[in-house]
């Protein structure tokens, strides 16, 4: 990504990793698709669940946008046998830290699930899929860092061979483990969890010894299995912030699922299927924008800045056109869409409605990914955790009481009269923050601060040296 023309280098980089990420909304989508076969009370538990067990493995997201980070600048400036030992530090830590979180989310699981509103029927399908979610927390964290540290070296195809083998097996288990084909029992959400569970294990295992066996850009060394202090503390140092940012996001998420369930299980089903719907367009976005991280982070390291400028805006631009599209297609065709996973007319309908406010508005939630990609290549995950605050926390949540309920709502000291427009008003606040924290982050993204990097780089020798 250091030389030569952007845009094919780009969609080299990038393609793969859309790849991986529609095959992984696929499978996720192949969850809702069996699960809306057993009943709306499935389908609303998994639409609460799902955002919730993200709330845990968004701290991979912090180790991920570390290691991305350090490995592509560490490539860029040719520090090989250093980006091998942060393929290490990193493996250490989340081991660590995944063993952690899934024990606690185990343990706190009924709390868990009564604090996001699922009540009677949706109480009991939602804890039997959220518990297996646990047990597969070290396995997906496993296989995140796997990807980002290849991603960070250049190679993004090996990860998304892997994903069409991990969401091949995850397609096919789902109908035997949801509703009992042939000698399988009929387990549900649990089953959903199961084929999830087990896809993640097999793939956390072959990815590890690719690392091990180290032909793909990067390799990882037993002997670096040991705490290398400095190198940790910068995982940490570059990694807090994007944990936080994946923690807010998906707390976010869980708080928005838990104003739907305020609805009833009708809205709150038709959320599910919806933004298992948008999740296509974020895959396309998310992966434009990982790719834009490894060619922000590799330029650093060649010391090019405006090329890794240069890189952020044409992904941006790029990706905008992709979502324009797609958006217009849900916004035409939306009846169609939710009908694929579930028939019941009372859940279409206001699936339809969702669709319909959201689609027009892809494009932007699209590009601001794009936008903290090139962030967080350049090692500033600071600023893409802000964005991500202000996204959700300053700009959708606020809306989403504002518009959603009536009577009187404070907002940052303000007292603001609710609009009292009903689950409806959830839908439009989604449109509004995607807009005003997109505008943001282009502005910001503008400043150029961002081109300072995180990795140090050894002096210029000089004549008499």
């Given at each position: ?162 994903m069409v083998f991990s969401a091949g097996l995850n397609v096919v288990l789902d109908p035997f483990l949801i ?287």
């Amino acid at each position: 990504m250091t030389t030569g023309a952007i845009t094919p280098k780009l969609t080299s980089l990038a393609w793969p990793l859309v790849a991986g990420n529609l095959l992984q909304t696929f499978y996720n989508l192949a969850d809702m698709f069996w699960v809306g076969r057993v009943s709306p009370e499935a389908v609303a538990a998994v639409s609460l669940m799902f955002p919730t067990s993200w709330m845990f493995v968004s701290v991979a997201m912090g180790l991920t946008a570390a290691s991305v980070a350090l490995v592509s600048q560490h490539v860029g400036a040719g520090n090989d046998r250093q980006a091998d030992n942060v393929v290490a530090q990193t493996l250490l830590l989340t081991v660590a830290v995944s063993v952690t979180l899934a024990t606690a989310g185990y343990t706190f699981r009924e709390p868990l699930v009564t604090l996001v509103g699922a009540r009677g029927e949706v109480y009991t399908a939602a804890l039997a899929y959220i518990e297996v979610l646990f047990v597969a927390i070290p396995f997906t964290f496993l296989f995140f860092v796997f990807r980002a540290v290849l991603r960070g070296a250049g190679d993004t195809k090996t990860a998304m061979w892997l994903m069409v083998f991990s969401a091949g097996l995850n397609v096919v288990l789902d109908p035997f483990l949801i509703l009992g084909y042939g000698p399988f029992p009929a387990w549900g959400t649990r089953g959903a969890a199961v084929a999830t569970l087990i896809s993640r294990v097999l793939v956390a295992i072959v990815g590890v010894y690719i690392l091990v066996k180290g032909e793909w850009g990067v390799r990882l060394r037993l002997a670096d299995l040991r705490p290398d202090w400095p190198v940790l503390k910068k995982l940490v140092t570059v990694g807090s912030p994007a944990t936080v940012d994946g923690a807010a996001r998906s707390f976010a998420a869980v708080a928005m699922a838990a104003l739907v369930a305020r609805f009833g299980p009708i809205p709150t089903a038709a959320y599910g299927v919806g933004v298992r719907l948008m999740s296509v367009s974020w895959t396309v976005s998310g992966a434009v924008g990982q790719a834009a991280a490894t060619g922000v982070g590799q330029n650093l390291g060649a010391d090019t800045p405006d090329r890794a400028a240069e890189v952020t805006w044409k992904a941006t631009a790029g990706t905008m056109a992709v979502l324009f599209g797609a958006g217009g297609l849900m916004f035409a065709f939306p009846g169609a869409a939710m009908r694929i996973f579930i028939g019941d007319p009372a859940v279409v309908a206001e699936g339809v409605r969702f669709l319909r406010i959201i689609g027009p508005f892809l494009a932007f939630f699209g590009g601001l990914m794009v936008v903290q990609g090139g962030f967080r290549g350049a090692g500033d995950t600071l600023v893409a955790m802000a964005l991500s605050f202000l996204s959700r926390w300053v700009l959708r949540i606020p809306l989403a009481v504002l518009f959603a309920y009536g009577g009187t709502v404070t907002v940052a000291g303000l007292t603001l009269s609710g609009f009292g427009w009903g689950v409806t008003g959830l839908w439009w606040s989604w449109a509004a923050s995607a807009i005003g924290s997109f505008v943001v982050g282009v502005l910001w993204f503008a400043l150029g601060r961002w081109k300072r990097g995180v990795v140090e780089k050894e002096p210029a020798a000089t004549p008499g040296d």
